[in-house]
């Protein structure tokens, strides 16, 4: 396929009026240097300050940059997901607009995509200048990530990152599933995923967004996409097999309980009700969960083969966009 764009640069932002001026200067200075095609999506995820006036002056004087404004805030993932389904670039950057991500990575995260052709890149900050408040989670929440994924990332929640324009094309991310990209893209078929240390750089503008609740979030998303993504086709394989297990096992001690009452009325023994033995009230809650996993199971292959989610978010306004 062929590519009018070289790079398409794609920025969620939440209340960076100041930093946005600074930030696409130095991104059009790096694409000028380098002689590359390109484009700047700003998607301003429903701010309150002026950042979206500051988006209308700056795409007066710059013809490369494009906007898109939400009602009101869904969240990074949602600003993604919008800005990635605008892009025409044949390679995506994304990265944040507080400056602590930087555009001089551009060239060589590009060049790893094209001609290493990794279909995803991402960025590592292997020296932080953030809180220990933020940086613990991190590195618990990167832990159980790798382990969960089997991709050998360091930091999955890095900002800063680079696409083959088919995979943000294939992907679609929700909830705070922004976090899980690779995971979302391995899972898609697009398995050859990378990294490169890059420089972070200290929050010169605003405040940090992060919260202990969307590190919160974040992991049980990764239950949600790991559970989805494994058994989204066929739920019945989960859901039926927990079922189908639960119920035997309630059978199971159901003909224990049965043939222990007959063997011992047939020798003449003394012998207990069914209903006076823990046995019998585990038979029966076993069997009654293993239908009702069964039936949620083939309600959710119902509901697989006659829905798909919708990520529908009220964009208010729009600039460059065609």
Known sequence: MQYKVDISVVIPLLNEAESLPELTQWINRVMVSHGFIYEIILVDDGSTDASWRVIQELAQRDQNLKGIRFNRNYGKSAALNVGFKETTGRVVITMDADLQDSPDEIPALYQMIVEEEYDLVSGWKKKRFDPLSKTLPTKLFNAATRKISKIKLHDFNCGLKAYDARVVKSIEVYGEM??????????????????????????????????????MYGFLDLMSITFVSKFKKRPMHFFGSLGFVCFLVGFLITMWLIGEKMYYSFQNLPVRDVTDQPLFFLALVALIIGVQLFLAGFMSEMVSLSGKRKNEYLIRDEIGLG
Do not use: D, M
């Open 178 to 215: 922004h976090r899980y990209i690779p995971v979302i893209a391995k899972w898609n078929g697009f398995s050859k995923i990378g990294e490169k240390v890059v420089q972070h750089r200290e929050r010169k503008y605003g405040t940090t967004k992060f919260g202990l609740e969307r590190f």
